[in-house]
């Protein structure tokens, strides 16, 4: 059974950089599609970015797209966000997520195929 842990999160000023990581308990070469999502008070939760590695691909939303960064390395079990210029609007609670039953992300930013979630890292950026 696959379990996620979430670190890196903190408090940053505007413009400021993150990087979270999501470390994987159990077979990650055995998952192809990884997520990042997130959800602000009283939103609801949004995907922000997918890696894949069959067909390798990653995605992103509109907002995030040339300031975050996704990546995974299997040797170390983990995926991470690289996050910078970050803004106020992108404080919120960061989520990894995988999908471990099926080789498809799906429509990946509803996150409906993702079955697998971490406890959240909280972000912060002040103006």
């Known amino acids: 059974q696959v379990q996620l842990v979430e670190s890196g999160g903190g408090s940053v000023q505007t413009g400021g950089s993150l990087k979270l990581s999501c470390d994987v308990s159990?077979?990650?070469?055995?998952?192809?599609?990884m997520g990042w999502f997130r959800q602000a008070p009283g939103k609801e939760r949004e995907g922000i970015a997918v890696?894949?590695?069959?067909?390798?691909?990653?995605d992103y939303i509109d907002s995030v797209k040339g300031r975050f960064t996704i990546s995974r390395d299997n040797a170390k079990k983990s995926m991470y966000l690289e996050m910078n210029s970050l803004k106020p609007e992108d404080t919120a609670m960061y989520f990894c997520?995988?999908?471990?039953?099926?080789?498809?992300?799906?429509?990946?930013?509803?996150?409906?195929?993702?079955?697998?979630w971490g406890q959240g890292t909280q972000v912060t950026v002040s103006s």
């Open positions: 890696i894949a590695e069959a067909p390798t691909r990653t």
């Open positions: 159990g077979d990650i070469s055995s998952i192809n599609c």
């Open positions: 997520a995988a999908v471990t039953v099926s080789r498809f992300c799906g429509p990946w930013y509803r996150g409906t195929n993702f079955n697998a």
